[in-house]
């Protein structure tokens, strides 16, 4: 079984600040990951995703995130954060066995709201 | 830019009706999702479709059951509906990915619906 964790319910750092958003997963074998991101009362935002080859994957809006498989993570980072960015942060990882119809199943976390305080 | 369109914002029912949460996306998707989004669960699919007339159960399809005539629109149907089915509806869709191709979803603005 697949599974992903965000071990923190709610991350605050200050304008301008690195951020980090945790993420961490499970699968039996090669794993897809995505982050998605969810603006009040609105719905979720792709930024980015990994599926092969280079850790450091660039996405939407500054975002970026580091695949580092020998500790199963896939943490979001920022390298300087906005107001802007406060929100509600989720990490997906997609199962590498197919479901039906070529359909393979994404598992999210529960969400990390992210904070950015002026 | 894909576009998920769902049909109510916020809806409020009363306990035992039936109710109608439609979905529509504009990119020619092959994929459509339903899940639902409460506070410490994060996002549970409910059902799927990957072609018309074609569905799936997901992780909690009890109580519900989808309809999906059109390529384009994928309907959510709470038979009865019950005040454990209050919540934030999410409609997504995606490109049926190739052989080892990934493909991100994208979402609808979400209904938020409220059973009294």
């Known amino acids: 079984a697949q599974s992903v964790a965000q071990p923190e319910d709610q991350v605050n750092v200050a304008e301008g600040n690195p951020l980090t958003v945790k993420c961490t997963y499970s699968v039996s074998g090669n794993p897809y990951l995505f982050w998605y991101v969810q603006y009040p009362n609105r719905g979720l935002q792709f930024l980015l995703k990994?599926?092969?080859?280079?850790?450091l994957v660039k996405g939407s809006y500054g975002f970026e995130a580091e695949f580092n498989k020998s500790q199963t993570s896939f943490h979001l980072k920022k390298p300087s954060a906005l107001v802007s960015d406060s929100a509600l942060y989720f990490c997906?990882?997609?199962?590498?066995?197919?479901?039906?119809?070529?359909?393979?199943?994404?598992?999210f976390g529960i969400g990390t709201k992210l904070q950015v305080i002026p | 830019d894909v576009k998920v369109t769902q049909s109510s914002r916020y809806l409020v029912k009363r306990t035992g009706e039936k109710v109608f949460l439609e979905c529509v996306q504009d990119?020619?998707?092959?994929?459509m999702f339903w899940y639902r989004q409460d506070p410490g669960l994060g996002l549970r699919l409910i059902y799927f479709s990957y072609d018309v007339k074609m569905k799936e159960k997901g992780d909690i399809p009890e109580g519900y059951s989808v309809s999906r005539e059109k390529k384009e629109r994928f309907s959510l149907i709470l038979e009865s509906a019950s005040t454990n089915q209050t919540s934030m509806y999410l409609c997504a869709s995606s490109l049926l990915a190739a052989t080892g191709g990934v493909t991100e979803a994208f979402f609808g603005q979400g209904t938020r619906l409220t059973v009294v």
């Open positions: 997906a990882v997609r199962d590498t066995l197919p479901l039906s119809g070529g359909y393979q199943k994404v598992t």
């Open positions: 990994y599926i092969t080859g280079d850790n």
């Open positions: 990119m020619d998707h092959e994929n």
